[in-house]
Nanobody, 115 residues
Framework: QVQLVESGGGLVQPGGSLRLSCAAS????????MGWYRQAPGKQRELVAR???????KYADSVKGRFSISRDNAKNTVYLQMNSLKPEDTAVYYC?????????WGQGTQVTVSS
């Protein structure tokens, strides 16, 4: 009933920046958290960043100091600002919204960091 659509992925050189956006088709009135996950070929999906409904955040150790998660409730959108990108950041990035009884997932957006 709720669709999440990611955008902003692409090809970027090491050291560059990208800003990912995830827009929900409608307001999610009650949620536990919003987050970004990523999955590289041959690897498990991992949590990149998460923001709880109260505003607290957590990040994977590998992205601390480089990535920042934020949200705009009025626009039903969550963002991931990615700076100082490294080749190991290459993956498909997925938006996630945790709700009571389950979660919503986006289709994913490809981020490739390469020179």
């Amino acid at each position: 009933q709720v669709q999440l659509v990611e955008s902003g992925g692409g090809l970027v050189q090491p050291g560059g920046s990208l800003r990912l956006s995830c827009a929900a088709s409608r307001t999610i009135f009650r949620f536990n958290a919003m987050g970004w996950y990523r999955q590289a070929p041959g690897k498990q999906r991992e949590l990149v960043a998460r923001i709880a409904n109260g505003g607290s955040t957590k990040y994977a150790d590998s992205v601390k100091g480089r990535f920042s998660i934020s949200r705009d409730n009025a626009k039903n959108t969550v963002y991931l600002q990615m700076n100082s990108l490294k080749p190991e950041d290459t993956a498909v990035y997925y938006c996630n919204v945790e709700v009571i009884g389950g979660a919503y997932w986006g289709q994913g957006t490809q981020v490739t960091v390469s020179s």
